[in-house]
């Protein structure tokens, strides 16, 4: 039976009591609620496909602290690895066995990467990758899409959807005029609007940044030849090709996007995932590139906690459970039914919508669509999305709490998830 009386009142009082400790109350702004409305639940404890607040409330998760619990949470594989490491210390800030064994890892399973480095967060692992583009290349601008996100650095907060999108600017304050001079932006699966911004600026562009398969502004996936028409330019221009895999790396295939549709870019960036819940990022690519990060080159990035044993280990072990035979087909085939049902449902109650899904990410878009880029995600109804948001959530389902966000499904979850979903998105559709 669908619960529809969820009480949160433990969540309220903490939550108000943090907005006078942290701006917002929050770590992370999208974990505000502002884009669906209402307060966020607090949590306690998350375990295989489920979290619990604070109030002892249970939901199905498929936010999966934003893509990193792809095996479900607190996967026991994962913690007694962690067990055992934690005997040996939390942070070493010197070299251990353990990066090598996640970097062969990384190397083996992504196309385009030969060497590796491991930084802390998909934001630090971006910051990082753009320096090296320029310092490859000897040209300052480069090319994002609209609605991408990569990070919170000044560079990248150019209509970089995600929270940026949340919270309804196109920008933010304090990010200087200097320090987005150089980016240019393009509509996502728009090649000639690229080959535009190649013309109007001949030898100055380093590359271009893109994630594969965007997810920051809700699910949208590459039109045909998108890809590969971006890997010829920037092969004609000499500029380099980065895929941001924060988010796609191992999710949507082992060797993430780049091995789903056959296009290798020259630089890679990862994280999510290959840290196995624990904060953790990464760069990599050609080795002649790579090779430019000090102490090998003259490129400098550094980080303390870099390479962190816990990390390391979480990452290690994650990896090895996704090798296992029949990973990614249960992952795609759960999803799909997630996907289709929510679809179907949404055409059956009389709302217009469009959203697919690649493996274990998904989207759910209220708009007739089809959504190419960012400008076609902004036509959503994104007040009808807070309101669907808000009655799954009083109805035990954790949905990321913006229109402008993928879903994420994981190996925990189980067909009986997915049908109750169903039975609670159908109920709540009805009720709009």
Known sequence: MVNTTIKTTKSQEIFAAAQNLMPGGVSSPVRAFKSVGGQ???????????????????????????????????????????????????????????????AEMVIDAVPSIEMVRFVNSGTEACMAVLRLMRA???????????????GHADMFL??????????????????PKSATMNTLTAPYNDLEAVKALFAENPDEIAGVILEPVVGNAGFITPDTGFLEGLREITREHGALLV??????????????AQEKFGVTPDLTTLGKVIGGGLPVGAYGGRRDIMSMIAPAGPVYQAGTLSGNP?????????LELLQRPGTYEYLDKITQKLADGLLQIAQETGHPACGGHISAMFGLFFTCGPVHNYEDAKKSDMAKFGRFHRGMLERGV???????????TCL???????????????????SL
């Open 136 to 150: 490859f290349t000897n040209r300052e601008k480069i090319i994002k899409f609209e609605g991408c996100y990569h």
């Open 310 to 318: 816990l990390a390391m280990t979480a990452g290690i072990k994650t």
């Open 398 to 408: 954790y949905l990321a709490p913006s229109q402008f966000e993928a879903g994420f």
């Open 158 to 175: 150019v209509k970089a959807g995600s929270g940026v999108a949340t919270l309804g600017l196109p920008d933010s304050p304090g990010v």
């Open 412 to 430: 925990a979850h189980s067909e009986a998830d997915i049908d109750q979903t169903l039975a609670v998105a159908r109920e709540v559709l009805s």
């Open 40 to 102: 966020p639940i607090v949590f306690d404890r998350v375990k295989d496909a489920y979290i619990w607040d604070v109030d002892g409330n249970q939901y199905i998760d498929y936010v999966g602290t934003w893509g990193p619990a792809i095996c479900g949470h607190a996967h026991p594989e994962v913690i007694a690895a962690l067990h055992e490491a934690l005997e040996k210390g939390t942070s070493f800030g010197a070299p251990s066995v353990l990066e090598n064994v996640l």
């Open 243 to 256: 895929f941001d895999e924060v988010m796609t790396g191992f999710r949507i295939a082992y060797g993430g």
